[in-house]
């Protein structure tokens, strides 16, 4: 079964497309980004302060990105965390 889309906002980022959206869990500001086209592919989670910009959102994308994050596989979710001014990796 498909997730739930009712809620996420969607973002074209270097020509691929993703839904976003922010939740806050554990009292934890979490944004959560997928690409829109795969089933069951592997979701970013980055942990952040306060409501995000569109520019938080590709920010978080070009840090995954680059640290193997692959958004058309299965596994688990790719986590990082907004700290001091930029991203860092969270390991699970």
């Not at 996420?8 to 839904?19: E, G, L, P, S, T």
């Not at 939740?23 to 302060?49: C, D, F, S, W, Y």
């Not at 596989?73 to 969270?90: A, I, M, N, Q, T």
Request: one cysteine or more; aromatic letters at 10%; a positive charge.
């Amino acid at each position: 079964m498909p997730a739930p889309q009712k809620g996420f906002k969607a973002i074209n980022h270097h020509d691929v497309q993703y839904r976003w959206i922010m939740q806050n869990k554990r009292g934890v500001n979490e944004l959560i980004v997928e690409a829109t086209a795969p089933v069951n592919g592997r979701q970013l989670i980055a942990e952040l302060t306060r409501v995000v910009s569109y520019d938080r959102v590709t920010d978080a994308i070009d840090f995954a990105n680059q640290h193997g994050w692959d958004p058309n596989s299965s596994g688990d979710p790719f986590r990082c965390k907004w700290s001091r001014g930029s991203f860092h990796l969270v390991e699970p």
